[in-house]
Structure formats: C-alpha cells, structure tokens
C-alpha cells in the first residue's frame, strides 16, 4: 500500500483528537491493503468497537478521497484473525492470493452463532438462520431478514456464513454489503470486467447481501442484482438479504424485485428486553477484557434500550474513560461517562436515528443518504435539516451530531444550522415543512 495514503488519514485524525488518544487508539494499529480494500488490524475488541463506531466513517472518506475510488474499510482484531502483515501493495499480499469469494477473509470472525446472544426479540430470526446453515437452498430461500440498526442482522448473516465454511469448506460463500455490491458494480463497468463481476455472485454458492434497502434508488445496480438473484435463485443457490424494513415498505424498489425478495422466509429482529440486554453486556464485557461490575452493567442495560449497537457503544465509552482516567469502573465513573449519552436516551427524547428516518421519509431519500457525501441538492437540504432538528430537539453537542452524519466535523453542522435557521427565518414554505416534521416526531 502507498503509505502516503495513511500519513493522510494520521493527519486528519490528529487534528480531531488529542495526542494521548491517538496513541491509545491506533499507535498499535497496523494497516493493510487488499483489492479497494483498508483493513485495520488492531489488538483488541475494544479498540475495534469503538474504531467502528467512531472512526471509519472518516476513514473511509479519506481514503476513497485519495484513491479517487470506492474503498471499503474493515476494522479486525488481531487475535481474531490472524496475524496482521503490513504491505506496501496488494500484489504482495499473501493473504489476497485466496478468492474473496471463496474465504473467510471478509466475514468477521467474531460474528458467529457461539457468540451471538439469544432472547426473545430475535430468537425466530437466529432459528430460522440457523436452518438456512444447515441445509443451504433446502429451506427458506431467500431468507429476508429486517429490523432496525444494530439489532444483530450482520451478525447472524456472518454467522451463515461462517457455519457453512467450516462445514463445507469448498463452498463458495460471499457477504457484501449492498452498497459494495454497487462500487464494485461500478468499477466492473469501467474497468471492462463484467464478465468477471457476474461470474464472482452468479456462481457462489451462498450470497449474503447487507442493506438490501441501499441498491433501491439505483436503477443499473438495481436491475443488476435482480439478475445476480435471479440466476442464483434458479441455480437453487442460497441467498440471505437483510434490509431495515420488509420488501413492500423499501421506497423506489420495483414490484418485481419485491416479489422475489418475498417469496422465502422474511423475519424480524426486535430491539433486545432487559435480560438479553444484560447478557449482551455481560458477553461483550468479558470478551473486550473490561473489568465492569454487574451494577454498572444492570445501570446501562436499563437506560440504553434502543439496540445491541447502542449498548455497545455506552460499554465501550465507560470502558474508554476507566482506561484514560485510570480509574476503576463503579456507578459514579459510569453515571459520568453516559452523562451526555443518557440525555439521548431519557424517555420522551427524540432520537438522531428518528429524526434522520422522519426527515427521509418527508423527502423520500433513504436515511443512509444523510450520512453519505452526496452533495447533490435533493440529499444536501434534507441532511441540513435533520442537522438542524437534531440540534433543536436533542441536546446534543454539534461533534457529536457531526459523528451521526458520517462523521462530519463540527463546523459543517453549525454551518447547516445557521443555513436553515436563516431560512426559516425567510421561508415560510421550509418553515411549514420543519414545523411538520418536528411535529410527527413529537
């Protein structure tokens, strides 16, 4: 890899976090370069959690910045996946020599059935998965799984993923994301390689497709995979979709690929009750080392009840600020490092996720959109509105909405809340339209 690329994305990290912290996140961080690929190989499942969670949104936008093409990124952890070997192109990589249509190497290796928790909100969900991996193409196919962000679609795709390789290692297993499958759609057309793009997911033997929902106002790639899912389909080859809402509800997405993506199984996945939430926790903490007691842990499974990504995010904060505090972790340090997290999750306050989902849906965008880079005039007066909302109805800081945005900067979000302030000032048909959907969200 051309470490030029990386000294560019050091830069940009270090302007926005202090010395102390970026030695603590990425001093032990190696860098390594696949096909239109960035993966981080860090030491730990904290530090790949709340890299996830905080950095590679921005990661990814500098990198695709400097490459001039679509670029994924994926955070990994060493003891999890190997060693990591940091190189200077992907032809060396010994790692890129296997097919990634026929690997392991883009599943994470922590999202498998063992430990994924079980309650209530998803058991049907992990049950009818768990049939798909045994008997690939016998039954439920396509297996359509939705529910809202973070709730554990991913991992259960994965981990389909996963039990078919260990059980039928010559398989041929591929998990993208909806918008990888769109980049790589796109850079087979310029690169001239449709023959080879068609052969990689027409010919697998398990296709695992992520937010499904994204492809639906993209007409070429839609119409792409309705081909890919087609010939997959009649080649009683399995397919496992997952999407924030059923078929019928996705905007934009033609009848006939509703039709297909409906003619298997279709199962929700419910935010997890208090016991499955404390049991996550409880995993999560023992798996990233965290010395956290049990009334810490009951504290933030009663106040963060939106998604398994949510409480993730609460552990790895209070896990973060025991780290640079150096202080052990009971209720106070806990009540003070959710301090701001908690005024989110208060009953009755309104969330970024619910603003972001009214505001698309007022507008007809998909809520990916507002957190994307797209600057044309349809995307860029919707993301400053539900800045400006977000500001208004929240509490939260300016960084902290930025971050909810695709990680945005602070400046960009006080600049589109001055934007829209003036112009409902001005306006009284934006005026209406703000009232409106600050309104719907009350």
Known sequence: ??????????????????????????????????KNTLILWVPSLFHKDWIDEHFKGEIKDISEKYNRAPMD????????????????????????????????????PLYTFDSFVVGTSNQFAHAACQAVAESPSMKYNPLFLYGGVGLGKTHLMQAVG?????????????????????????????????????????ECDLLLVDDVQFIANKDKSREEFFHTFTSLYESKRQLVISSDRTPQEIPMLED????????????????????????????????????IPQDSIEFIAQKVKSNIRDLEGALMRVGAMATFTNR???????????????????????????????????????????????????????????????????????????????????????????????????????????????????
């Open 1 to 34: 890899m051309s470490m030029g690329m990386w000294k560019v994305i050091e830069s940009d990290l270090r302007k926005k976090i202090d010395s102390e912290s970026y030695n603590g996140w990425f001093g032990k961080v190696e860098i390594e370069e696949r």
């Open 256 to 291: 006939r690929l509703k039709s297909r993506l409906s003619c298997g199984l279709i199962t929700d996945i419910q935010p997890p009750n208090l016991e499955t939430r404390i049991a996550i926790l409880r995993k999560k903490a023992d798996d990233a080392d965290i010395n």
């Open 73 to 108: 990124v994926r955070v990994l952890c060493k003891h999890e996946g190997g060693s990591a070997k940091v190189i200077k192109s992907s032809k060396s990589s010994t790692r890129y020599k296997a097919s990634l249509s026929s690997s392991a190497d883009f599943l994470n």
């Open 162 to 202: 996963h039990y078919v390789l260990r059980n039928e290692p010559g398989s041929k297993v591929i998990y993208v994301s909806a918008e990888q499958f769109t980049n790589e759609f796109i850079n087979s057309i310029r690169d001239s390689k449709m023959d080879a793009f068609q052969k990689k997911f027409r």
């Open 328 to 442: 052990p972790i009971n209720m106070t340090l806990t009540e003070e490092a959710l301090r701001d997290l908690l005024e989110v999750h208060r009953e009755g306050r309104t969330s970024v996720d619910q603003i972001q989902k009214a505001v698309s849906e007022y507008f007809k965008v998909l809520p990916q959109e507002l957190k994307s880079k797209r600057r044309t005039s349809d995307v860029t007066l919707p993301r400053q509105i539900a800045m400006y909302i977000c500001r208004e109805m929240t509490g939260l800081s300016l960084p902290v909405i930025g971050m909810e945005f695709g990680g945005r900067d602070h400046t960009t979000v006080l600049h589109s809340c001055k934007k829209i302030t003036n112009l409902v000032e001005r306006d009284r048909h934006l005026r209406n339209i703000v009232s409106e959907i600050k309104t719907n969200l009350r």
